[in-house]
């Protein structure tokens, strides 16, 4: 599958370029003396590829070679040429890894951002911010969405809601540094860009007096010597790439064909460059092979840049027969790519039927018979899968774009207004719940001392129910009455089973007992002696023998487990084992209390454990097979693997427990 994202034209951030900033001596330096020119042409008996002259730089001449293209190549070559111009300003620069930002909080994407803008340099980042800002700038959206409904639903209106968040604060913050940093940076290039301009034409300077006053003893030396220095010069402004290169390649053939160099080392150097075109050439045919048509269009750049910048001059023989292989398979690559646009279009033609669909059934959501918040609730979520399969669809022709995004909010903004319009007419209703939520809170109040206790115990139990049938109130209120409400029944409640548990003489003679052999135990472990696995089942048995404890005394058996959290801390003692016992004590709490519910309850959960930690290997298993080609001591193996064990551990102390509660006769 083709990466289309890569394909489709975007439009680039403008880089701050100040091309009136070349000063009279580098123009100086460019000019190229017409008369000059015109005269080394007539004098080139050897030459018979035509020469032209096309306006340069500031309005001066410069001279090219005029390839013969192929009409039908024209606008192939042009393309190249002009994207080739347009990458000459970048830098080189090292991408950043991109890491998988969907997966993390709002608060992680502001870490990473940050990370990016203070430790990397600013002209490598440019994709992985804009991928940063895309999912914050979503993900931001969603909860500005969330807080805005329960704004409304509390009864606020629409105009009057605001929102701040100091992750988005500190997020707006570190994207201005980044923007500043990024505009100083491009302003710094574009003086760099204007330096090797000026030496590059200064280069060419250097190869016309070259040219001019040739030495047959030094003369291919320095020859040599501009060239590598026309390699070692960094990038020039894209509008002055393509006529600069013309004028010193039209200089660097007349060295070749006007002076009388040496035949050996020109033919040498003929045949070593018709070499290099042929393996440029043969590239660009197998280009023209690749499905992926976004990778061979810019590989293809790069082999005309190679040819341009990097390879000199063929004998004439030779220079249209390669040429025009070169052209043809330029050709080839283009054509196929813009063939491809031609299909994309069509595919997004098809777009705008379907989510012209998705609109139509936006129209459609009846909410006519929508009675109560529940109906409200599934027409939300009916709009919502809307709202996602319109973005999941694709492009759109950029001429339909507008019309299209029009619609879609029209007609979910039409959902909105009557989504709204129940909601306020529900602040009333939540008004009602409100008066009725503190008349019990009144009543809960008035019963909460009383010594009545029959009487008093079935009507708290009655004001409870009745609490849960009454319904939503306005949110600002909801902690504050629940806390109210919680506090008078559990005060109620704290006294009557104070008063149960008084009266059990034995269960508060169980507690005291539990107390000095919890004094005992901790004497022993403070002592540090060393306590056994079965050392450590003695004492767990002499407690649970002793039975239960006053409600209202329960503490100790917290005290106790974490008492018996340090003797496996401070002993050499399997956690597993420990974690059985414990489960066994609890257990065998129940069946003294006879409280089968809670057995029953706690053998499902094991099962359902059970059934979870089997799904999380086997999904860490399944992951192992997407980094099968991962080395043996990748950090993301290891960690995949140590999960695994950890699972595996943990299934089998559920299995454990599961296999006990199956031999419990109740």
Same mark, same amino acid.
């Given at each position: 599958m083709?990466?289309?994202?890569n394909?489709?034209?975007n439009?680039n951030e403008?880089?701050v ?6 000063t009279?001596e +580098? ?13 080394s042409?007539k004098?080139?008996d050897?030459v018979?590829t035509p020469?032209?002259v096309?306006?340069n ?6 001279v090219?070679?005029k390839k013969?293209k192929a ?8 393309e190249?040429?002009s994207k080739?111009a ?8 090292v991408a950043i ?6 997966k993390?909080s709002?608060e ?13 340099p600013?002209q490598s980042i440019?994709n992985?911010?804009n991928t940063i800002?895309n999912?914050f ?5 969603e909860l500005?969405?969330?807080e805005? =409904?329960?704004f409304i ?5 629409v105009?009057n809601f605001?929102?701040?968040n100091p992750?988005k604060?500190?997020y707006?913050?570190i994207?201005?540094?980044y923007?500043v940093?990024?505009n !100083?940076?491009?302003?710094n290039q574009d003086n760099?860009?204007n330096?090797?301009l000026?030496?590059?034409?200064a ?9 001019d ?14 060239q590598?220095k026309w390699?070692?010069?960094g990038?020039i402004p /894209? ?5 600069t ?8 053939e007349r060295?070749?064909d006007l002076?009388?160099? @040496? ?7 003929f045949k070593?460059?018709?070499? =290099?075109? *042929? ?7 197998e280009l023209?092979? #690749?499905?992926?048509?976004n990778?061979a269009f810019?590989e293809?750049q ?6 341009? !910048?990097?390879v000199?001059?063929?004998?004439r023989?030779? /220079?249209?027969?390669?040429w025009?292989r %070169?052209?043809a398979?330029?050709?080839?690559v283009?054509?196929?790519r813009?063939?491809?646009?031609k ?8 777009n705008v039927?379907?989510k012209?669909?998705?609109i @139509?059934s ?6 006519s018979k929508?009675k109560?918040r529940?109906d409200?609730q599934?027409?939300?979520?009916e709009l919502?899968?809307?709202r ?11 001429? $339909? ?11 979910? &903004? ?12 529900l ?6 719940? *409100?008066?009725?939520k $503190? #008349? ?9 001392d009383s010594?009545?206790?029959d ?6 139990? $009655?004001?409870?129910?009745d609490w849960?049938?009454i319904?939503?109130?306005? &949110?600002?209120y909801?902690?504050?009455l629940w806390k109210e ?6 005060h109620y %409640?704290d006294?009557l089973?104070a ?8 269960e508060?003679?169980v507690?005291n007992?539990?107390?000095?052999l919890?004094?005992?135990i901790?004497?022993?472990?403070d002592?540090?002696? =060393?306590?056994?696995l079965e050392k450590?089942k003695v004492f767990?048995?002499s407690?649970r023998d002793?039975? /239960?404890?006053?409600?209202e005394?329960?503490?100790?058996e917290?005290? %106790?487990? $974490?008492?018996?959290?340090k003797?496996?801390e401070?002993n @050499?003692?399997d956690a597993k084992e420990v974690q059985?016992i414990?489960?066994e004590n ?9 409280n089968y519910?809670k057995?029953?309850? +706690?053998q499902?959960?094991? /099962?359902?454990k059970?059934?979870?930690t089997v799904?999380?290997?086997?999904q ?6 997407f ?8 950090p *993301?193996?290891k ?9 595996? =551990?943990? #299934?089998e ?11 419990l006769?109740?």
């Open positions: 083709l990466d289309q994202s394909i489709v034209p439009e403008s880089n370029t100040s091309q009136n900033s070349e009279s +580098e123009n100086k330096l460019a000019e190229v003396n017409k008369e000059e020119i015109s005269s042409i004098n080139e050897t018979s020469k032209v096309v306006e730089l500031e309005g001066e001449e410069s090219t070679t013969t009409p039908s190549a024209e606008k192939a070559i042009d190249i040429e080739i347009e990458s000459s300003e970048k830098t080189d620069s890894e991109m890491v998988d930002y969907e993390l709002l992680d994407l502001v870490k990473e951002l940050s990370d990016l803008v203070n430790n990397h600013i440019h992985n911010v800002k999912i700038n979503v993900k931001f959206g500005l969405k969330k805005k =409904e329960l639903k509390d009864g606020g209106e105009v605001q929102y701040s992750v604060s500190k707006n913050s994207l201005y540094d923007k940093k990024k !100083e940076f491009y302003a760099q860009l330096e090797n000026k030496n590059k034409l280069l060419i300077e250097d190869l016309k007096h070259l040219i006053h040739a030495e047959g003893a030094t003369m291919y030396k320095n020859f040599k010597a501009i590598e390699r070692e010069i990038p /894209r509008a002055k790439y393509n006529d290169w013309r004028t010193y390649e039209h200089h660097v060295f070749y002076l009388h160099l @040496s035949n050996d080392l020109r033919d040498l150097d070593h460059n018709y070499e =290099e075109k *042929l393996a440029l050439v043969v590239k660009a045919e023209a092979e #690749l499905e992926d048509i990778l810019n293809l790069n082999l005309h840049k190679l040819w341009k !910048e990097e000199g001059p063929v004998g023989e030779h /220079r249209e027969e390669v025009e %070169f052209s398979a330029t050709k080839k283009h054509d196929k813009h063939e491809f646009f299909d994309l279009k069509s595919k997004f033609d098809d039927d379907e012209l669909a998705v @139509s936006i129209d459609s959501i009846d909410t929508n109560n529940s409200w599934k027409s939300i979520k919502e899968a809307l996602n399969k319109f973005f999941s669809i694709g492009q759109v022709p950029r001429a $339909k774009s507008n019309e299209i995004w029009t619609k879609f909010k029209e007609s979910t &903004r039409k959902f909105n207004v009557e989504k709204n319009n129940y909601f306020k007419n602040k009333t209703e939540q008004l009602d719940n *409100l008066n009725a $503190k #008349l019990l809170i009144k009543r809960a109040e008035e019963l909460k010594e009545d206790w009487v008093a115990t079935d009507i708290m139990k $009655k004001i409870q129910s849960k049938q319904g939503h109130v306005p &949110r600002k909801s902690d504050k409400f919680k506090d008078a029944c559990n %409640f006294r089973h008063q149960q548990d008084e009266g059990n003489k034995e508060l003679e507690f007992k539990k107390k000095e919890y004094e005992d901790k004497k022993v472990l002592e540090k002696e =060393e306590i056994t450590l767990v048995n407690w002793l039975g /239960r404890v006053p409600f005394k329960k503490h100790i917290a005290k %106790f487990n $974490k008492l018996i959290d003797i496996v401070s @050499s003692i059985m414990k489960f609890l257990i065998n709490s129940y069946l003294d209390q006879k519910h057995l029953n309850n +706690e499902l959960f094991v /099962r359902k059970i059934d979870e799904r999380e290997i086997q860490l298993e399944n992951n192992i097979g980094i099968s080609n991962a080395s043996a001591d990748s *993301l193996l960690n995949v693997m140590d999960n695994i064990n950890v699972y595996k =551990e943990k #299934l102390v559920w299995k454990m427990k599961l296999s006990y509660l199956s031999k006769d109740y």
